[in-house]
């Protein structure tokens, strides 16, 4: 690329190196971002922590941020994300992939134009508007005739129902660059050999794409923990440890609005509590989107 | 073909034929299944939209856009929150398009592939993957309490900034990536320094593509909320704003205001509100559209 382009003038004008330190310093403040969150977040945790234990915080199964008496174990909001984000992805993996392997494999330019703009105005479409669909059309249109009087009107259901929603574009298009990315002379030997479209897509397209895939999988189940409108509205702000998608739980998201909706002063217990649970929050996706790069960049294969 | 089956009276072909209708057959589930899918995801995203408009347009008049927030949803408007989502988006579309278009340009043109520059690119796109909620946090910590900003409009638009400024980055690159090589090497023949050839060739040339990013990004500045909530903009304001001081709130705000209500009515103008900000990413989609269009007309290799 412009490696090999260079100027033909050796010697450099002030002026030029001047620009270059600018742009070097524009570039950079993405690094000063890195360090103020890791910064901001491991200060106010350790804060956090000489008040309430690590140990109750990691281990705890009860979280009581606003009403006495107080209680600090995560493992509510935990089991709550992880739940929400399972429901979001069951949903999510097989129509993100269907209509990857559609716009992939099958579809013709007149189908592309219509299914592209679908996937990207989903997309689009702010987060809060989906919390919005969730407690005015999922939950009443769709779960109360199937469950009755079982689900009220926040559950981890509803609030996983358009978290999948949301994340279905992303698996749909990083998996569709993945699976255009397979060579044609690969489809076309299958082909040679008397497959069918649907033996090529299953036995050499998905096979050669897998790690795109996966890769998009695990991102979009970073962006489901991380979600926060779409939650907030749906799930309620009922901190439980259940596994039952119909009740009404808490995500670390929505635990963190809300704090930050509350009168809470700087420097009390619920305040610091706001940065411990962001911090792992921030460690969690992070962790998930360096597995997603690392997937990408060691199973790449070079055509 | 057919003499050379053991059994009599089947042949190869009676064999083979089941097997291979059965194989098609097969083939067109899942071809059915795929246009299932996006015919689930084409009907969610039509129910959305009757969902929000058969709501929402009823409370839509002039009144509720000039209006400002009151406790009675008949009387409600959304006009500090629209001004306060323009102004937040005015404020970030400036400060990004320099300081993204410029890291952008370090990254791709001036940048040698050495390890600390490995590691600018990695943080880029780590950044691009961390929670919105995060960079509210960040904001609040930094720009409102450290900096002293408080809980003003500038506040947020600075959190904003930063959360969209890998984005901006990111497109700004593959813009830059799309610009062939010759006309670098075109650039350099004619004696120019490296920032000649990146002002006079490479601007105009990756000019749509940067533009466009940045109106996207702006776009999805406006929708963003949870941010914004921990930087103060979750506040009853019936006031226009003013960046630097004073309490401010942003259309998706407004929206989760009232949709937390439990009251119909309150549903209705949330809907409402709802369909100002989607007219309004429309409109800058449209823009990005608009821009692309005419800045790549003189555009060709």
């Not at chain 2, 593959?174 to 090497?185: C, M, T």
Request: glycine share 8%; charged share 15%; net charge positive.
């Amino acid at each position: 690329m412009s490696t090999q382009a260079r100027p033909l003038n050796r010697v450099r004008p002030l002026s030029e190196r001047v620009i270059e330190v600018l742009l070097l310093a524009a570039a950079s403040v993405g690094v000063l971002t890195t360090i103020g969150i890791v910064g901001v977040l491991a200060f106010e945790t350790f804060e956090f922590f000489r008040e309430i234990s690590p140990v109750e915080f990691f281990t705890g199964t009860f979280w009581s941020a606003s009403i006495r008496p107080f209680a600090w174990g995560i493992l509510p909001l935990v089991t709550g994300t992880l739940l929400v984000a399972f429901i979001a992805l069951i949903f999510a993996i097989p129509l993100g992939l269907l209509s990857a392997v559609l716009l992939a494999e099958y579809a013709s330019p007149r189908l592309r134009n219509v299914v592209k703009p679908v996937l990207e105005t989903i997309a689009g479409i702010p987060t809060i508007v989906l919390g919005f669909f969730a407690i005015n059309f999922v939950t009443p249109n769709l779960l109360k005739p199937i469950f009755q009087d079982d689900i009220g009107t926040f559950s981890a259901l509803a609030g996983g129902i358009v978290v999948g929603l949301l994340i279905t574009p992303l698996i749909a298009s990083i998996s569709e660059d993945a699976m255009s990315a397979v060579p044609r002379g690969m489809r076309e030997g299958a082909y040679a050999m008397g497959a069918t479209k649907w033996e090529v897509v299953r036995k050499v397209v998905f096979p050669a794409a897998i790690s795109g895939i996966m890769a998009s999988i695990i991102l979009a189940m970073s962006r489901a923990i991380g979600e926060t409108m779409a939650v907030v509205l749906a799930v309620g702000t009922n901190p439980q440890l259940t596994l039952d998608p119909r009740e009404s739980i808490q995500t670390m998201t929505a635990f963190i609005v809300q704090i930050s909706l509350g009168d809470t002063s700087q420097g009390s217990v619920q305040f610091k509590a706001l940065f411990a649970v962001a911090a792992v929050l921030f460690t969690t996706t992070l962790a998930l989107n360096l597995i997603s790069n690392r997937i990408v960049s060691r199973f790449r294969t070079a055509y | 073909m057919t003499a050379t089956t053991a059994t009599p009276g089947t042949t190869a072909r009676d064999r083979f034929e089941p097997a291979l209708m059965r194989r098609k057959l097969t083939g067109t589930f899942f071809y059915g299944a795929c246009i299932g899918a996006i015919g689930i995801l084409f009907f969610a995203l039509l129910m959305l939209l009757y969902d929000v408009l058969s709501r929402g347009l009823p409370w839509l008049d002039p009144d509720f856009i000039s209006g400002v927030p009151s406790r009675r949803p008949e009387r409600a408007g959304i006009l500090p929150a629209l001004i306060g989502s323009l102004q937040i988006g005015v404020i970030v579309g400036i400060l990004t398009f320099p300081t993204g278009v410029a890291a952008a340009i370090y990254l791709s043109e001036y940048a040698k592939d050495n390890r600390l520059n490995r590691a600018l690119r990695t943080n880029i796109s780590n950044l691009s993957g961390v929670p919105s909620v995060i960079y509210g946090i960040f904001g609040l910590a930094i720009f409102v309490r450290a900096l002293g900003f408080g809980f003003t409009l500038m506040a947020g638009a600075l959190t904003l900034t930063l959360l969209i400024l890998p984005v901006v980055i990111i497109a700004s690159l593959e813009a830059l990536k799309a610009v062939p090589d010759s006309q670098r090497e075109g650039a350099y023949a004619l004696g120019a320094s490296r920032w000649q050839m990146v002002r006079g060739t490479l601007m105009p040339a990756a000019a749509p593509g940067i533009m466009t990013g940045i109106i996207l990004a702006m776009a999805r500045a406006i929708g963003e909320t949870a941010p914004l909530i921990l930087v103060g903009a979750f506040t009853f304001v019936t006031f226009l704003p003013n960046p630097i001081e004073g309490g401010y709130t942003v259309l998706p705000i407004q929206v989760y205001q009232w949709a937390g209500r439990p009251q119909p009515d309150f549903q209705g103008i949330s809907a409402a509100a709802i369909i100002v900000l989607l007219v309004l990413m429309l409109v800058l989609n449209a823009l990005a559209l608009i821009v692309r269009i005419r800045l790549s007309r003189h555009i060709q290799w």
